[in-house]
Every structure is written in structure tokens, then in C-alpha cells.
Nanobody, 123 residues
Framework: QVQLVESGGGLVQAGGPLRLSCAAS????????MGWYRQFPGKQREFVAT???????DYLESVKGRFTIAIDNAKNTVYLQMNVLKPEDTAVYYC?????????????????WGKGTLVTVSG
């Protein structure tokens, strides 16, 4: 099993910054990628940003230039620096980790979600 612990959510004024963190631990042979999704009330979860272990990044168009994703491979931790936040960024943010885990003699690709952290942007 793999556990994801998210932190950094909270209340911030429009235009302000916030930094999310997500640390993965447990049965991790290697991390393939980590990323962030968000969910608005009554809506499906949407992709925000992702980064591979080699540093390749991808972003939702509406957050490009405002959000920056980074990974610390030694700590199996992903960060999302969010700047110039807007009220429409208000959502629950979820961390996703795609890892290789050992299952007996094999390596198996697994996907894990965090429990989510609420980001509220007032203004």
C-alpha cells in the first residue's frame, strides 16, 4: 500500500499565493509521475498539473503561468505553487501518484489518490 499525505490548503485572498505538498510513502519501488487534480462542488475531478520523475510537466491551460509543479524524487513529494489565485480556483485539490510497487517478485504499476485538501480563494 501507498499513503499520500497532502498539506498546504486553506483560505487565501484573491491574487495571493498558496503552496500544496503531497508526500508519498509505503510500497514504492519508484515513482513514475505525480500530479494534482481538483474538484468543484457537483463537478467531476479535473486535471490541474502533472510531473514525471524526470521532470516533464504538463498543465491545465487556465493555470499556465500561475501554477508551478515540482517534484522531489528523494522524498517522493510533489509540490504545487499556486500564484495569482482566483476565486474560480476554489476547489478540493487531490494528489495523484503513479508508482511502481513490488508485488511478490513483480513490479506492478499502481495509482493512488490523496484524500484532498480544500483551497478557498476569497475576493
Amino acid at each position: 500500500q501507498v499513503q499520500l499525505v497532502e498539506s498546504g490548503g486553506g483560505l487565501v485572498q484573491a491574487g495571493g499565493p498558496l503552496r500544496l505538498s503531497c508526500a508519498a510513502s509505503g510500497n514504492i519501488f519508484s515513482v513514475s509521475s505525480m500530479g494534482w487534480y481538483r474538484q468543484f462542488p457537483g463537478k467531476q475531478r479535473e486535471f490541474v498539473a502533472t510531473i514525471t520523475s524526470s521532470g516533464s510537466k504538463d498543465y491545465l491551460e487556465s493555470v499556465k503561468g500561475r501554477f508551478t509543479i515540482a517534484i522531489d524524487n528523494a522524498k517522493n513529494t510533489v509540490y504545487l505553487q499556486m500564484n495569482v489565485l482566483k476565486p474560480e480556483d476554489t476547489a478540493v485539490y487531490y494528489c495523484l501518484a503513479r508508482v511502481l510497487s513490488t508485488v511478490g517478485p513483480d513490479l506492478v504499476g499502481m495509482e493512488y489518490w490523496g484524500k484532498g485538501t480544500l483551497v478557498t480563494v476569497s475576493g
